[in-house]
């Protein structure tokens, strides 16, 4: 018996599998390329033939794209990365007090104290502090992303690379690299950069304080997790599900609300053979003239989104 998550983003789609413990036995992280509907399925597909006959006693989603994925599959709990981030981190660790997430799309701030969450902060604006641009200097530099961080570490000196722009840290290391700084110092120095804009935009005016969990696809860099140790004078923990922890706190919150519900509305491991369309319409309703998404599975409406007045939207 099992609590499942799923964490749908712009960069990747995570699902993990809970025991009645809270503990994770299993995760899938699958690239979502702009296709939500079909990276669902495959991780459906992927479950079904692992867990096929397992009950799954209730299902949560999380995400940007959390709204298409509870229509899809049935969910008992719908909530924000924040929220779900913040339960994660401490049904791992109930003395955590800061949580800095760095995704693909985005980065995150979450403060908590006494095990509540008190303030948070997102940035959704620059790309410069987020996966996405290390992923892009990565390939421009040829060299794989999940080497950058040992790059950083090997460098002794840091390189002042501008970190408020993604074009401008870009151009800045393009000049580094004619000056003849080697990759290494290049590394260290845009990991340093990516601190900088982050403690400056995203936790400006925030308190930072130990105990800190770094999580994200971004926490894998053990450059980037040395940069903040440096930049904030005391040690960075960065947790053993650290890329999935918004998916783990999603099966946790549907853990809850299925048992106060009395049931779960999980639609099964099946929907992964499911035909499913997405299409969209403009409603004439009124003035607002809203575009509407509306998914079909196998000819039936299942949800419809993007309405500002509910007229359509049944999910959640």
Same mark, same amino acid.
Request: charged share 25%.
């Given at each position: 018996m099992y609590y499942l998550g799923v964490d749908v983003g712009s960069v990747s789609t995570n699902f993990?599998?809970?025991?009645?413990?809270? /503990?994770?036995?299993?995760?899938?992280?699958?690239?979502?390329?702009?296709?939500?509907?079909? =990276?669902?399925?495959?991780?459906?597909?992927?479950?079904?033939?692992?867990?096929?006959?397992?009950?799954?006693?209730?299902?949560?989603?999380?995400?940007?794209?959390?709204? &298409?994925?509870?229509? &899809?599959?049935? $969910?008992?709990? &719908?909530?924000?990365?924040?929220?779900?981030? $913040?339960?994660a981190a401490l049904q791992a660790d109930e003395d955590v007090k800061t949580i800095i997430e760095i995704g693909g799309q985005d980065s995150k701030i979450i403060i908590l104290r006494n095990g509540i969450v008190t303030d948070f902060a997102m940035n959704t604006v620059c790309a410069a502090g987020t996966g996405s641009f290390l992923d892009r200097q990565a390939e421009r530099l040829e060299i794989p992303i999940e080497e950058f961080g040992d790059y950083a570490l090997k460098s002794d000196i840091s390189v002042r690379i501008a970190?408020?722009?993604?074009?401008?840290?870009?151009?800045?290391?393009?000049?580094?690299?004619?000056?003849?700084? /080697?990759?290494?110092?290049? &590394?260290?120095?845009?990991?340093?950069?990516?601190?900088?804009?982050?403690?400056?935009? =995203?936790?400006?005016?925030?308190?930072?304080?130990?105990?800190?969990?770094?999580?994200?696809?971004?926490?894998?860099?053990?450059?980037?997790?040395a940069a903040f140790e440096n930049a904030l004078g005391f040690e960075v923990v960065v947790p053993e599900h650290y890329n999935i922890m918004g998916a783990v706190g999603a099966a946790i919150i549907a853990k809850s609300a299925a048992e106060k519900a009395g049931g779960s509305r999980f639609r099964g491991l099946n929907l992964g053979e499911s035909d499913l369309i997405s299409s969209s319409f403009e409603c004439e309703g009124c003035s607002n003239r809203c575009e509407v998404v509306r998914i079909n599975e196998n000819d039936n409406i299942i949800g419809c989104f993007g309405d500002r007045c509910g007229k359509y939207n049944k999910v959640g």
């Open positions: 993990v599998l809970l025991d009645n413990k809270m /503990n994770v036995v299993e995760k899938l992280y699958l690239r979502t390329k702009g296709r939500p509907i079909n =990276v669902i399925q495959e991780g459906f597909r992927i479950l079904k033939n692992k867990y096929d006959g397992a009950k799954i006693l209730a299902a949560g989603t999380t995400g940007s794209g959390r709204q &298409i994925a509870s229509a &899809i599959i049935g $969910a008992d709990a &719908i909530k924000n990365e924040i929220t779900a981030h $913040a339960v970190g408020r722009c993604a074009v401008f840290a870009e151009s800045d290391m393009i000049h580094k690299q004619q000056l003849g700084y /080697n990759e290494s110092d290049i &590394i260290r120095g845009l990991c340093e950069a990516m601190v900088r804009n982050y403690l400056n935009n =995203v936790g400006k005016g925030k308190e930072i304080k130990s105990k800190v969990f770094f999580q994200g696809g971004v926490a894998a860099n053990i450059g980037m997790k």
